[in-house]
């Protein structure tokens, strides 16, 4: 069973940064894509993409609200991956989740619980 470990969350106020960390255990890390997903206050049922990656770090994708801000990446000897977050703004609030997928096995995903992000005007 993979487990998914977030840290970093907080308060931080517009314009601030922060950086999450995500762990990886119980699997092959290089087995799986990984991804940051976030969910907004009132928005229970929607998880918004913010960010992938692959193994390799190579592949990097963004959602359109965090281009340019956030940068996602990999350290593959902690089997960890990173979200740094800059120019954060008070619509970024939200619980950020961490997600992998496996490359091969299909439909095989995990999560996890999430940490708070909270953004002050």
């Known amino acids: 069973q993979v487990h998914l470990g977030e840290s970093g969350g907080g308060l931080v106020q517009r314009g601030g940064s922060l950086k999450l960390s995500c762990v990886v255990s119980g699997g092959a890390f290089a087995d799986y894509a990984m991804a940051w997903f976030r969910q907004a206050p009132g928005k229970e049922r929607e998880r918004e993409f913010v960010?992938?990656?692959?193994?390799?770090?190579?592949?990097?994708h963004y959602g359109d609200a965090v281009k340019g801000r956030f940068t996602i990446s990999v350290d593959k000897a902690e089997n960890t991956v990173y979200l740094q977050m800059n120019s954060l703004k008070p619509e970024d609030t939200a619980v950020y989740y961490c997600h992998a997928e496996h490359q091969v096995i299909t439909m095989t995903e995990f999560w996890g619980r999430g940490t708070q992000v909270t953004v002050s005007s």
């Open positions: 960010a992938s990656i692959n193994f390799s770090g190579n592949g990097k």
